[in-house]
Protein backbone atom coordinates (compact mmCIF):
# COMPACT_ATOMS: atom_id res chain seq x y z
CA UNK A 1 0.00 0.00 0.00
CA UNK A 2 2.82 2.53 0.98
CA UNK A 3 4.26 1.72 -1.98
CA UNK A 4 1.48 2.44 -4.21
CA UNK A 5 1.01 5.72 -2.39
CA UNK A 6 4.79 6.34 -3.12
CA UNK A 7 4.20 6.06 -6.93
CA UNK A 8 1.37 8.11 -6.82
CA UNK A 9 3.37 10.77 -5.50
CA UNK A 10 6.02 10.01 -7.92
CA UNK A 11 3.15 10.30 -11.07
CA UNK A 12 2.41 13.68 -9.84
CA UNK A 13 5.79 14.98 -10.11
CA UNK A 14 6.11 13.72 -13.24
CA UNK A 15 3.18 15.41 -14.17
CA UNK A 16 3.92 18.60 -12.67
CA UNK A 17 7.45 18.50 -14.64
CA UNK A 18 5.27 18.33 -17.80
CA UNK A 19 4.81 14.00 -18.76
CA UNK A 20 1.55 12.98 -20.16
CA UNK A 21 2.05 9.73 -20.44
CA UNK A 22 3.82 6.99 -18.67
CA UNK A 23 4.49 2.97 -19.88
CA UNK A 24 3.14 0.64 -17.50
CA UNK A 25 4.98 0.35 -14.36
CA UNK A 26 7.25 -2.37 -13.52
CA UNK A 27 9.11 -2.20 -10.35
CA UNK A 28 12.29 -3.68 -10.80
CA UNK A 29 12.80 -5.28 -7.13
CA UNK A 30 9.20 -7.02 -6.24
CA UNK A 31 8.60 -7.48 -2.71
CA UNK A 32 6.79 -10.13 -1.41
CA UNK A 33 3.43 -9.00 0.06
CA UNK A 34 4.47 -10.59 3.35
CA UNK A 35 7.75 -7.95 3.80
CA UNK A 36 5.20 -5.60 3.39
CA UNK A 37 3.88 -3.95 6.20
CA UNK A 38 1.87 -0.94 7.55
CA UNK A 39 3.54 1.64 9.98
CA UNK A 40 3.15 -0.14 13.68
CA UNK A 41 2.35 3.40 15.41
CA UNK A 42 -0.97 4.68 15.16
CA UNK A 43 -0.05 8.47 14.61
CA UNK A 44 2.49 7.55 11.78
CA UNK A 45 -0.57 5.31 10.14
CA UNK A 46 -2.89 8.29 10.69
CA UNK A 47 -0.27 10.30 8.79
CA UNK A 48 -0.38 7.63 6.04
CA UNK A 49 -4.27 7.68 5.55
CA UNK A 50 -4.36 10.87 5.39
CA UNK A 51 -2.22 11.05 2.62
CA UNK A 52 -3.79 8.21 1.07
CA UNK A 53 -5.21 8.54 -2.76
CA UNK A 54 -5.81 5.08 -3.11
CA UNK A 55 -9.41 5.32 -4.54
CA UNK A 56 -11.96 7.67 -6.29
CA UNK A 57 -13.34 8.97 -2.89
CA UNK A 58 -10.42 10.89 -1.76
CA UNK A 59 -11.16 13.10 -4.42
CA UNK A 60 -14.20 14.27 -3.08
CA UNK A 61 -13.74 13.95 0.77
CA UNK A 62 -13.37 17.00 3.23
CA UNK A 63 -11.75 14.82 5.32
CA UNK A 64 -10.44 11.56 6.07
CA UNK A 65 -12.21 10.01 9.23
CA UNK A 66 -9.41 7.89 10.92
CA UNK A 67 -11.03 6.75 13.81
CA UNK A 68 -10.66 7.62 17.25
CA UNK A 69 -10.60 6.51 21.15
CA UNK A 70 -8.59 5.14 23.44
CA UNK A 71 -5.84 3.26 21.34
CA UNK A 72 -6.01 0.33 24.16
CA UNK A 73 -9.72 -0.04 24.34
CA UNK A 74 -11.32 -3.83 25.63
CA UNK A 75 -14.20 -2.70 23.06
CA UNK A 76 -14.13 -1.67 19.61
CA UNK A 77 -17.27 -0.31 16.91
CA UNK A 78 -16.93 -0.45 13.95
CA UNK A 79 -19.24 1.06 11.38
CA UNK A 80 -19.46 1.53 7.71
CA UNK A 81 -18.26 4.74 6.53
CA UNK A 82 -18.30 8.71 7.38
CA UNK A 83 -21.78 10.46 6.68
CA UNK A 84 -21.83 14.26 5.72
CA UNK A 85 -21.20 15.20 9.86
CA UNK A 86 -18.05 12.95 9.61
CA UNK A 87 -16.48 14.37 6.50
CA UNK A 88 -17.27 18.02 7.95
CA UNK A 89 -15.81 17.27 11.29
CA UNK A 90 -12.87 13.94 10.65
CA UNK A 91 -14.72 12.24 13.46
CA UNK A 92 -16.70 9.09 13.63
CA UNK A 93 -20.28 8.81 14.37
CA UNK A 94 -20.31 12.50 14.61
CA UNK A 95 -24.40 13.28 13.25
CA UNK A 96 -27.84 11.64 14.36
CA UNK A 97 -26.63 8.02 14.01
CA UNK A 98 -23.76 8.81 15.78
CA UNK A 99 -25.63 10.73 18.94
CA UNK A 100 -27.84 7.44 19.79
CA UNK A 101 -24.42 5.24 19.21
CA UNK A 102 -23.01 7.83 21.74
CA UNK A 103 -25.91 7.10 24.10
CA UNK A 104 -25.93 3.48 23.80
CA UNK A 105 -22.45 3.87 25.19
CA UNK A 106 -23.20 5.65 27.95
CA UNK A 107 -26.68 4.65 28.79
CA UNK A 108 -26.52 0.70 28.27
CA UNK A 109 -22.38 -0.39 28.35
CA UNK A 110 -21.85 2.55 31.22
CA UNK A 111 -18.87 3.99 29.29
CA UNK A 112 -17.41 7.19 28.25
CA UNK A 113 -16.65 7.52 24.46
CA UNK A 114 -13.38 8.21 25.33
CA UNK A 115 -12.96 4.56 26.35
CA UNK A 116 -13.63 2.57 23.59
CA UNK A 117 -12.63 2.99 20.10
CA UNK A 118 -14.58 4.08 16.86
CA UNK A 119 -14.01 3.38 13.04
CA UNK A 120 -15.37 2.20 10.20
CA UNK A 121 -14.75 -0.11 7.06
CA UNK A 122 -13.43 2.53 4.78
CA UNK A 123 -12.41 6.14 5.90
CA UNK A 124 -13.69 8.77 2.86
CA UNK A 125 -17.16 9.18 2.39
CA UNK A 126 -19.15 7.99 -0.61
CA UNK A 127 -21.45 10.43 -2.36
CA UNK A 128 -24.87 10.45 -1.19
CA UNK A 129 -23.68 7.99 1.58
CA UNK A 130 -23.98 5.19 -0.66
CA UNK A 131 -22.76 2.02 0.08
CA UNK A 132 -18.87 1.63 -0.58
CA UNK A 133 -17.87 -0.61 -3.23
CA UNK A 134 -15.67 -3.52 -2.93
CA UNK A 135 -12.99 -1.86 -4.71
CA UNK A 136 -13.30 0.56 -2.20
CA UNK A 137 -13.27 -1.51 0.84
CA UNK A 138 -10.32 -3.60 -0.44
CA UNK A 139 -8.46 -0.23 -0.96
CA UNK A 140 -8.67 0.84 2.72
CA UNK A 141 -9.47 -2.14 4.66
CA UNK A 142 -5.95 -3.06 5.51
CA UNK A 143 -5.52 0.16 7.09
CA UNK A 144 -8.73 -0.53 9.38
CA UNK A 145 -6.90 -4.13 10.04
CA UNK A 146 -4.24 -2.56 11.22
CA UNK A 147 -5.84 -0.59 13.60
CA UNK A 148 -7.39 -3.25 14.97
CA UNK A 149 -4.44 -5.35 15.75
CA UNK A 150 -2.47 -1.82 17.23
CA UNK A 151 -5.61 -1.50 19.36
CA UNK A 152 -6.08 -5.40 19.98
CA UNK A 153 -9.28 -4.99 21.57
CA UNK A 154 -11.11 -8.35 23.33
CA UNK A 155 -14.44 -7.41 21.97
CA UNK A 156 -15.21 -5.93 18.04
CA UNK A 157 -18.89 -4.92 17.91
CA UNK A 158 -19.86 -4.93 13.97
CA UNK A 159 -22.52 -2.22 13.34
CA UNK A 160 -24.28 -2.94 10.47
CA UNK A 161 -24.44 -5.46 7.72
CA UNK A 162 -22.12 -3.62 5.39
CA UNK A 163 -19.29 -3.87 8.73
CA UNK A 164 -20.17 -7.31 9.36
CA UNK A 165 -19.90 -7.98 5.95
CA UNK A 166 -16.61 -7.19 5.07
CA UNK A 167 -15.21 -7.85 8.62
CA UNK A 168 -15.94 -11.84 8.26
CA UNK A 169 -16.24 -12.42 4.48
CA UNK A 170 -19.80 -13.84 5.59
CA UNK A 171 -21.46 -11.89 2.27
CA UNK A 172 -24.38 -14.14 2.37
CA UNK A 173 -25.38 -14.04 5.90
CA UNK A 174 -28.17 -11.24 6.69
CA UNK A 175 -27.10 -9.22 9.86
CA UNK A 176 -30.53 -10.10 11.16
CA UNK A 177 -29.93 -13.41 11.12
CA UNK A 178 -26.51 -13.15 12.84
CA UNK A 179 -26.57 -9.75 15.08
CA UNK A 180 -26.20 -10.64 18.99
CA UNK A 181 -24.22 -14.39 18.05
CA UNK A 182 -20.47 -14.35 19.61
CA UNK A 183 -18.11 -15.15 16.47
CA UNK A 184 -14.28 -15.41 16.69
CA UNK A 185 -12.09 -12.69 14.95
CA UNK A 186 -8.75 -13.55 15.62
CA UNK A 187 -8.14 -13.18 19.13
CA UNK A 188 -11.46 -10.96 20.05
CA UNK A 189 -15.20 -11.82 20.13
CA UNK A 190 -16.84 -10.05 17.09
CA UNK A 191 -20.62 -9.35 18.09
CA UNK A 192 -22.79 -8.06 15.17
CA UNK A 193 -25.58 -5.61 15.63
CA UNK A 194 -28.23 -3.15 13.80
CA UNK A 195 -26.77 -0.23 12.81
CA UNK A 196 -27.83 3.29 14.93
CA UNK A 197 -28.60 4.63 11.08
CA UNK A 198 -31.43 1.57 10.87
CA UNK A 199 -32.38 1.84 14.05
CA UNK A 200 -33.24 5.48 13.95
CA UNK A 201 -35.20 4.19 10.94
CA UNK A 202 -36.77 1.41 12.78
CA UNK A 203 -36.51 2.41 16.32
CA UNK A 204 -38.64 -0.71 17.28
CA UNK A 205 -35.55 -3.33 16.84
CA UNK A 206 -33.70 -0.94 19.78
CA UNK A 207 -34.52 -3.60 22.16
CA UNK A 208 -32.69 -6.14 19.82
CA UNK A 209 -29.74 -4.03 19.91
CA UNK A 210 -29.94 -3.58 24.17
CA UNK A 211 -30.02 -7.02 24.45
CA UNK A 212 -26.47 -7.13 22.27
CA UNK A 213 -25.59 -4.36 24.68
CA UNK A 214 -25.93 -6.09 27.48
CA UNK A 215 -24.38 -8.99 26.06
CA UNK A 216 -21.25 -7.06 25.72
CA UNK A 217 -21.24 -5.70 28.97
CA UNK A 218 -21.28 -9.18 30.35
CA UNK A 219 -18.33 -9.88 28.67
CA UNK A 220 -15.72 -6.60 29.32
N1 LIG B 1 -22.37 5.84 9.85
C1 LIG B 1 -21.27 5.08 9.89
O1 LIG B 1 -21.30 3.91 9.55
N2 LIG B 1 -20.16 5.64 10.32
C2 LIG B 1 -20.07 6.89 10.72
O2 LIG B 1 -18.99 7.32 11.12
C3 LIG B 1 -21.24 7.66 10.70
C4 LIG B 1 -22.38 7.13 10.25
Same mark, same amino acid.
Given at each position: ? &?????? *???????????? =???? =???????????? !??????????? $??????? *??????? %? #? @????????????????? $???????????????? %??????? #???? @?????????????????? %???? @???????????? #??????????????????????? !?????? =????? &??? &????? *? @???????????????????????? $????????? #????
Amino acid at each position: M &IRRIHL *LKLLYQYRAMGF =EYFK =EYKPVITEPQSN !FSLPNQMDILK $EDVHRCH *LCELSKR %R #K @NVVFGEGNPHAKLMFIG $EAPGASEDESGKPFVG %RAGELLT #KIIE @NVLGLKREDVYIANIIKC %RPPE @NRVPSMDEVSAC #KPYLLKQIKMVNPSIIVALGSTS !FHHLTG =EYDTP &ISK &IRGEV *L @NFGDAKLIPTFHPSFLLRNPTSKK $EVYADMLKV #KGML
